[in-house]
């Protein structure tokens, strides 16, 4: 099946710090979508990119779709300590397009230290 | 309004009883899913409903497992004679509906933590 790649798995980073976080693909995605999960709660969605090249702002975050369609990375400028969660990559499978049958990747672990 | 709930939150069973898990999507939502998340792991897609029907069960894991979804709202994952290897969280998913040009948002339910000892 569809396997997503992200890097790195987990990160420890000082309060006011922009972090870095990326998602790959072996295959095409048309669609990249990044969610992160609190403790305990379902993922939320951040951003959604659907356009290769596109760069998308969502307050302090920011995403890019790559040119390939096969990378996609997210930033978070001047990290605070809510940022703490699970960030994860998602796509529908090439085959399906506009479909919503998700393919998500392992997850990066963020941990602020104050 | 209220969002996607899950019931129950945690269920402790044990090997080789069945369970059933419940998904109250957003009102109005045509589309629901399911989803598996092991420990420390990502989302594992499972079946997808749009209204009652579903058109992709290939993330079901085995014959063991199975989902209905009733009137277009409510969903029903049933998981018969568990396993240890079944002990996950287990994540629903409603959104609006399928659109042809945009991925619709899915907004996720709490989860049930599933343990089967």
């Known amino acids: 099946g569809q396997q997503l790649n992200q890097s790195p798995q987990s990160m420890f980073i000082q309060e006011g710090e922009d972090v870095s976080m990326n998602c790959t693909s072996s295959?095409?995605?048309?669609?990249w979508l990044w969610y992160k999960q609190d403790p305990g709660e379902g993922p939320v969605l951040l951003i959604a990119l659907y356009k290769a090249g596109e760069l998308t702002s969502n307050g302090r975050l920011t995403a890019q779709f790559g040119i390939t369609r096969k990378d996609s990375f997210l930033n978070i400028s001047a990290s605070i300590p809510s940022d703490v969660g699970i960030y994860f990559c998602?796509?529908?499978?090439?085959?399906?397009?506009?479909?919503?049958?998700?393919?998500f990747g392992p997850g990066t672990r963020l941990s602020v230290l104050p | 309004g209220a969002g996607v709930s899950q019931s129950p939150s945690n269920k402790v069973t044990e090997k080789g009883k069945d369970v059933e898990l419940r998904c109250d999507p957003i009102s109005g939502h045509t589309a629901l899913y399911w989803y598996r998340q092991s420990l420390g792991q990502g989302l594992e897609f499972l079946i997808y409903f749009q209204g009652n029907s579903a058109p992709d069960k290939s993330g079901l894991p085995s014959d063991r497992f199975s989902a209905e979804r009733t009137g277009g709202s409510v969903s029903t994952l049933t998981i018969q004679r568990t396993q240890q290897e079944d002990s996950a969280v287990y994540l629903c998913?409603?959104?609006?509906?399928?659109?042809?040009?945009?991925?619709?948002?899915?907004?996720f339910g709490p989860g049930t933590r599933l343990t089967v000892l």
């Open positions: 998913a409603s959104s609006l509906r399928r659109t042809s040009t945009h991925t619709d948002t899915q907004y």
């Open positions: 295959s095409i995605f048309n669609t």
């Open positions: 998602a796509g529908p499978p090439p085959r399906d397009n506009y479909g919503q049958n998700f393919v």
